[in-house]
C-alpha cells in the first residue's frame, strides 16, 4: 500500500517533515496493520482516489474509529482537524492524545462557531494548497441513529476557498463494540470511495452563502448515493443536545440533501458577493466549521 505524502516548502523549517515521518511510521506499524489484519476492514473504489494534489475527503460519520479505519485503508495520508480541547488536556491520557495528535499534523480546530471557527478554517486550507489531502466530517457529529444529517457548510467553504476537489467516502460497520474482555473494538468495516466532485465553477465564491449551501447539499448527496443511508434535514447536533426531538426530526426527512433546491447562479470572476453570515440562513444551526473526527 503506497504512501505518496507530496513535500512542499513547508518543510523547510522541519516540522511538516517530522510530522510526514510520525504519521507514517504510526499508519505503517500500529493503526494501518490493526485496521487492515485485525478489523478485517476493507475498501472499495481506491482507483477514485487522485494520486497527487490538494484533496478533501468528506465522509459520513458513523462512529468514533471512522478516522483512523480511512487513514489505514486509503493509499494517500490525509489529515484531520480534530477539536481543540483534545490538544489542551491536562490529564495524563490527554497528554499522550495530544502528542499523538501534533506529532502526526493533525490541525486543532475551533469548533464554537462564528468567526472563531471560520478563521480556524485557515490552516485547513493551507494543507489543501500544499497539495496534501484532509478529511472531514460535514455532519459535524456521529450519527445518533445510523442515518444521514444535515452537511455543515464548512465542507464547501474549504473546496471552494483552496480550488480543491470532494471525494465523498462513505463508511460502513463502523461503529465500535466491546469484546469480551472489555477492549473497543471493530469488525469488518467497509469504506466505499466515489469519484472526485468538481466544483471549480464556485471557486472563490466561499463567501456566497447560497453557493456554499448547495456545494455542500451536492457532496451529501453523493455521500447518500454511496452509503443508501436515510437524509433528515436537520442538523445532527440539534438532535444530539435536544434542541428538536426526534419527532420533529422525523418531518425533515427527505429523499436526499439539496431537494427542490434550485443550482445557485454562477458569478462572473471579480463579481461583488454579498457576504452571508456563516449559517445565518438556519437559526440555531452551526454550518460553519467542519467536524472533528475525535470526538
Known sequence: MGDNWPVTDTTDDGLTQRSIKNY??????????????LFKA???GQENIPAKGG????SNHRGAMDAPILAGMIDRPVTFPAKRELFESKSIGGRIVAWFLRSTGMIPLDRSGGKSSENALRP???????????GIYPEGKRSVDGRLYKGKTGVARLA????????????FDSRKHTTKLGIPWVSHPHVVVGEPLDFSEYFGLQDDYDALRWVTDQVMAAVQKLSGQEYVDVYCKDVYYKVITMEEANKHILPHPGYGEAKPPVLPKGTHV??????????GADPGSPSAPAE
Not at 484533496?55 to 468528506?58: C, E, R, S, W
Not at 489543501?128 to 484532509?134: D, K, M, S, T, W
Open 24 to 37: 507514517l511510521l504510526f499508519k505503517r506499524f500500529f493503526f494501518g496493520p490493526w485496521v487492515r489484519h
Open 42 to 44: 476493507k475498501i472499495s
Open 55 to 58: 484533496i478533501l475527503f468528506a
Open 124 to 134: 485547513i486550507v493551507e494543507r489543501l494548497e500544499e497539495g496534501l489531502a484532509v
Open 160 to 171: 471552494l476557498e483552496a480550488g480543491v476537489p470532494v471525494v465523498p467516502v462513505a463508511m
Open 274 to 283: 454579498a457576504k452571508h453570515e456563516i449559517g445565518g440562513a438556519d437559526p
